[in-house]
């Protein structure tokens, strides 16, 4: 992680460690670990979790469609399972 000063003081500059397709292939991991159905199409949304947070996949299955999906967020440095969700409509 490098270093930079900022506006706001001392800034952490970081990469993303884990690319989407690592991403889309863990939440399909814990989908199925939970006992959840996978459906394509499967949408990858990156954000920034605050203002100097930290990078968070975010893979949402059944994207554009209506229906149940599961809704799973990784840290993108080092794809560790934020949150699981299953969104029954």
């Not at 990156?46 to 996949?57: D, E, F, P, Q, W």
């Not at 893979?59 to 399972?81: F, H, P, Q, W, Y």
């Amino acid at each position: 992680m490098a270093a930079a000063d900022g506006l706001f003081g001392r800034v952490y500059a970081e990469e993303k460690s884990v690319t989407e397709e690592d991403a889309v292939e863990a939440s399909r991991k814990v989908v199925v670990r939970k006992g959840w159905r996978w459906r394509e199409p499967v949408r990858v949304l990156t954000y920034r979790r605050g203002l100097a947070g930290r990078l968070v996949h975010v893979v949402i299955t059944t994207a554009n469609k209506k229906g149940e999906s599961a809704r799973v967020e990784l840290d993108a440095l080092t794809g560790a399972l934020l949150v699981a969700d299953y969104l029954v409509r």
